[in-house]
């Protein structure tokens, strides 16, 4: 079914993300028992000095369920291989808004 999610990052003073938190409105699903498992991982890398820039290249090809066609702010693909997919494309999305003089991928 359809999954609407919500993304935010924490930034520190040097201007890199160090959290973000997902938030998924369907409760109790298995989805954002995952996501929210995944966010934690990617939150304790952060604290221990990895790049966003690792995590993005990591989980960009993920391919599993749910996938498909996607809805999101300009700049966000069409199409998903995963929700984690969708994630880091919209975590490097947001790191290139917000970082000075970044252009192209993270």
Request: net charge positive.
């Amino acid at each position: 079914g359809d999954h609407k999610f919500w993304l935010t990052m924490a930034w520190d003073e040097n201007g890199q993300p160090s959290s973000i938190f997902v938030v998924i409105d369907k409760w109790g699903s298995t989805t954002r028992g995952f996501v929210n498992a995944w966010c934690s991982l990617v939150n304790h890398s952060l604290d221990r000095g990895v790049k966003i820039e690792e995590i993005v290249d990591m989980f960009r090809n993920t391919r599993f369920e749910p996938s498909g066609t996607v809805k999101g702010p300009k700049g966000m693909p069409t199409q998903c291989t995963s929700i984690l997919n969708l994630i880091v494309c919209a975590l490097e999305l947001e790191f290139k808004e917000k970082k000075p003089g970044s252009r192209g991928r993270v």
